[in-house]
């Protein structure tokens, strides 16, 4: 069996945070923001990452190429401890390893060129000179649909859709072998969202990239994932093949996550989702099992004892003490 090429176990961060208890006295307080996940993610494979805003799931992708520093765990990418880089062999690591931002807009220094920011990258690493980066920018400016001709052209001459496919050129101008995808069609209209994931398919085929691939819409990661990861309040609650997720869920959260999602069917009366109420303070967290507060089937023991994550069917693994 091949190796994984990211493999993350036991990664957790928590980040100092101030929370008042009264108008004269405060405390420091802790935020789990991810709290011992673990996941591998194959060879030219994508994993999608879901869940509710707030749930750490672009914590995770940062912690993964140590934009974020982990309290905790390891992650290795291609063998490699990403955790115990520094210096220039970090710097190579990155290499191999890059994100694209969810803000279209942000992402790119708007007194730049797109042609310098697609370039910057390769500037960083000392990959080919001038001239050749800027027949490497017109190679990948076609790659994602856009004309070499863009090359001198600021982002405030581009659309969002535009400037999505350049955000994601410069994602591959070092020629990756994992990419974090970092909920990167939310802000895109529908129609460009389906071009923008069907872009990336393409280019997971012709590169054999991996990718993490986090959202909140779950019809968007099921087109593009093989595999998808459920997270809940900083923990993963299901892990499961994408086919065996959408017809037969395990976790009571993930039911009521896909009975949310709206049918375009005219005249199908839509179920409503099981649970109520909003997520919990990650400042206190409930007991035993998150979702407790919320799930229609919890009793008084999730609430004194946590659900590991455990294989229910074959490759599906949820953290419920009565999945089955």
Not at 70 to 82: D, L, T
Not at 279 to 284: G, K
Not at 306 to 321: G, K, N, S, T
Request: glycine share 8%; charged share 20%; hydrophobic share 40%.
């Amino acid at each position: 069996m091949t190796a994984p090429l990211v493999e993350v176990r036991d990664l957790r961060k928590v980040f100092a945070a101030r929370s008042r208890l009264s108008w004269l006295e405060r405390r420091r307080a802790e935020i789990r923001a991810v709290d011992g996940v673990s996941f591998d993610i194959g060879i030219g494979e994508t994993l999608g990452l879901v869940g509710e805003s707030g749930c750490g799931k672009s914590t995770t992708g940062r912690l993964l190429l140590r934009l974020i520093e982990p309290s905790a765990g390891s992650v290795r990418i291609g063998g490699e401890s990403v955790l115990d880089l520094d210096g220039t062999a970090l710097r190579q690591f990155r290499r191999g390893a890059q994100i694209i931002f969810q803000d279209p807009f942000g992402s790119l220094d708007p007194r730049m060129t797109i042609g310098d920011s697609i370039a910057e990258p390769m500037t960083i690493h000392g990959v080919h000179n001038r001239a050749g980066r800027r027949a490497r920018v017109g190679e990948l400016l076609t790659m994602v649909g856009l004309p070499p001709a863009y090359y001198d052209r600021f982002p405030h001459e581009f659309s969002g859709g535009q400037r999505q496919r350049i955000g994601i050129a410069r994602a591959l101008a070092s020629n990756p072998r994992f990419v974090v995808c970092d909920e990167v069609v939310s802000a895109l209209d529908v129609s460009v969202q389906a071009q923008i994931v069907n872009l990336l398919i393409d280019l997971q085929r012709q590169l054999g990239i991996a990718y993490l691939f986090i959202a909140h819409d779950l019809s968007v990661v099921r087109h593009i994932s093989a595999r998808v990861a459920v997270m809940y309040l900083g923990k993963l609650v299901e892990i499961a093949p994408t086919r065996t997720l959408y017809r037969s869920p395990g976790h009571p959260y993930t039911q009521a996550l896909l009975a949310a999602v709206p049918r375009p069917t005219p005249g199908v009366v839509r179920r409503k989702p099981p649970i109520v109420g909003d997520v919990p303070s990650p400042l206190d967290p409930p007991s035993g099992c998150r979702f407790r507060t919320r799930c229609p089937i919890a009793t008084s023991f999730c609430a004194e004892q946590e659900p590991p994550l455990r294989e229910i069917a074959e490759r599906q693994f949820v953290a419920c003490h009565y999945a089955s």
